[in-house]
């Protein structure tokens, strides 16, 4: 399996710029599709956006789209989201996830590994 650890949250202003890393550790991180969720308080756990392992498709949430970039660098081992002209609904803890299978975790229900996560404040 792969352990994750998120990085690069923070307070920002409304209209502002956050990006965020999620660095793996084990083997076979490039065979992994990869994911960001976020929750915030009181709220289930929602989906952002996901990059399949060669970063050839991405698909994202409604509620992001236009505004966060997910992107990898498998070498690294490494993906990345971000996040522009942030609102203060963006406002929760963000998780990064991965499935092993190749299949697209767009859903709490088909992650197989969750980071710790990152708390990212938007004010206002």
């Known amino acids: 399996q792969v352990q994750l650890v998120e990085s690069g949250g923070g307070l920002v202003q409304a209209g502002g710029s956050l990006r965020l890393s999620c660095a793996a550790s084990?083997?076979?991180?490039?065979?992994?599709?990869m994911a960001w969720f976020r929750q915030a308080p009181g709220k289930e756990r929602e989906f952002v956006a996901t990059?399949?392992?060669?970063?050839?498709?991405?698909y994202y949430g409604d509620s992001v789209k236009g505004r966060f970039t997910i992107s990898r660098d498998n070498a690294k081992n490494t993906v990345n989201l971000q996040m522009n002209s942030l609102k203060p609904e963006d406002t929760a803890v963000y998780y990064c996830a991965g499935r092993g299978d190749g299949a697209m975790p767009t859903s709490v229900s088909r992650v197989d590994y969750w980071g710790q996560g990152t708390q990212v404040t938007v004010s206002t």
């Open positions: 084990g083997r076979a991180f490039s065979s992994y599709t």
């Open positions: 990059i399949t392992w060669s970063g050839s498709r991405t």
